[in-house]
């Protein structure tokens, strides 16, 4: 069964510090991955797409990691701010082409705490 | 560019009476797609358009119509409303081909049943 499963559900952190969020897939075939942050009473948005041959790739102060051989990937949080608490969602795309091909995450709730 | 627009932004309506969320996108995007978000539960996919005159059921898709009479639209239809549906929906588009870009999605309609 094609099944994204994340963790932590839910994180608390200081403003400062580095956090990470994980993402274990089962989708097979798999294309690629994507993280999308998700703000309080908005829609989910793209941070960073991940392709089978790509181990690491970063946006600003976020990195994400992906090792497909283990079927797992983490998006790392560098410096928190106040802003980056949202929900990040783990997204995998099951093959190249096709309109219904998506597996979403159930998320993890980041906080950033003064 | 106001890329993916959804109307209402809130509702409220009574059990058995029906509605109509509308859904707009202008960046000439072929899939469009509906998504409720429950606590606890992530995106869960209602329905889908591969294109004009074209959908399809996703995961949740009972309870629910939807038309795409113009490409640029898609309307989700709740003939007989249900407390089940209390729920926010969102809205997605995206391209097709050119390496499965990125969702877009609207900024939600947050809908309850009474």
């Known amino acids: 069964k094609n099944q994204v499963e994340q963790s932590p559900q839910s994180l608390i952190i200081l403003e400062g510090k580095n956090c990470t969020l994980q993402?274990?897939?089962?989708?097979?075939?798999?294309?690629?991955l994507r993280w999308y942050k998700q703000d309080t009473g908005r829609g989910p948005v793209s941070l960073t797409i991940?392709?089978?041959?790509?181990n690491t790739k970063s946006n600003g102060r976020y990195t994400a990691t992906l090792d497909a051989d283990t079927k797992q990937s983490s998006l790392h949080i560098t410096a928190s701010q106040l802003s980056d608490s949202a929900s990040y969602i783990c997204?995998?795309?099951?093959?190249?082409?096709?309109?219904?091909?998506?597996?979403f995450g159930t998320g993890t709730r980041l906080t950033v705490i003064p | 560019n106001a890329g993916v627009t959804q109307t209402p932004k809130f509702r409220v309506l009574k059990t058995g009476q029906s509605m109509t969320l509308l859904c707009a996108q202008d960046?000439?995007?072929?899939?469009m797609y509906w998504y409720r978000q429950d606590p606890g539960m992530g995106l869960r996919l209602i329905h889908y358009?591969?294109?004009?005159?074209?959908?399809a059921k996703g995961e949740v898709p009972d309870g629910y119509n939807v038309s795409r009479l113009k490409k640029q639209n898609f309307l989700l239809g709740l003939e007989s409303a249900a407390p089940s549906q209390t729920s926010v929906y969102f809205c997605?588009?995206?391209?097709?081909?050119?390496?499965?870009?990125?969702?877009?999605f609207g900024d939600g309609t947050r809908l309850s049943i009474l």
């Open positions: 997605a588009s995206r391209n097709y081909g050119q390496g499965q870009g990125p969702q877009h």
């Open positions: 993402c274990n897939y089962t989708v097979s075939p798999f294309s690629n």
């Open positions: 991940m392709t089978f041959s790509e």
């Open positions: 997204v995998v795309s099951g093959d190249q082409t096709g309109a219904n091909n998506l597996f």
């Open positions: 960046m000439n995007h072929e899939y």
């Open positions: 358009s591969v294109g004009e005159g074209t959908t």
